[in-house]
């Protein structure tokens, strides 16, 4: 599994899993101040699925070895996006996404981290989250991002 890695620091590791965009948005945490130069942050440039137990598995032993390398343990995991970790898979599908929350739950237990997920909601916004409802009964907190179109105030509500 390809990941970079930055040096050895005090705070504990963040985990990012992301495609195409991730390096835009590690580009924006940085110019915010949020992720500062020899943070502990690692990033994995290899497609990971959630529907795959031997995916899991590999994610988990290799947050595993950073965690020693850097001799600290993992704060935060976030995948983004979820329909990218589920490649090929039906979000509405009970048995992809109870596939995906397992594997969510194993790199959670496996880590000791909290596990962000990035989901975008669906054509109908007012409907909430896309894909199936197993997602939103397994998580923990549920937080909704939204900005309207030509508007630079984006408002943050927690939904669950």
């Known amino acids: 599994m390809h990941i970079a890695g930055a040096?050895?620091?005090r705070s504990k590791p963040r985990w990012f899993l992301g495609?195409?965009?991730a390096r835009n948005r590690v580009a924006a945490f940085?110019?915010?101040g949020v992720l500062t130069e020899g943070a502990p942050?690692?990033?994995v440039f290899s497609p990971v699925s959630l529907l795959d137990s031997d995916h899991t598995e590999m994610l988990?032993?290799?947050i595993a070895c950073a965690a020693s390398d850097s001799q600290?343990?993992?704060r935060l995991v976030v995948i983004d996006t979820l329909a990218r970790a589920m490649a090929g898979g039906n979000e509405n599908s009970s048995e992809d996404m109870g596939l995906a929350v397992k594997s969510i739950d194993a790199v959670k237990n496996a880590s000791g981290a909290h596990v962000g997920i990035v989901h975008h909601s669906g054509k109908n916004e007012a409907m909430g989250?896309?894909?199936h409802s197993s997602l939103r009964a397994a998580v923990d907190t549920e937080v909704e991002l939204f900005r309207p179109e030509n508007e630079n105030v984006t408002?943050?509500?927690v939904k669950k």
Do not use: D, K, N
Request: net charge positive; glycine share 20%.
């Open 7 to 9: 040096g050895r620091a």
């Open 19 to 21: 495609g195409g965009g």
């Open 30 to 32: 940085r110019q915010a």
């Open 41 to 43: 942050f690692y990033l």
């Open 60 to 62: 988990t032993e290799t």
């Open 72 to 74: 600290c343990s993992v």
């Open 129 to 131: 989250a896309r894909g």
């Open 155 to 157: 408002t943050v509500c």
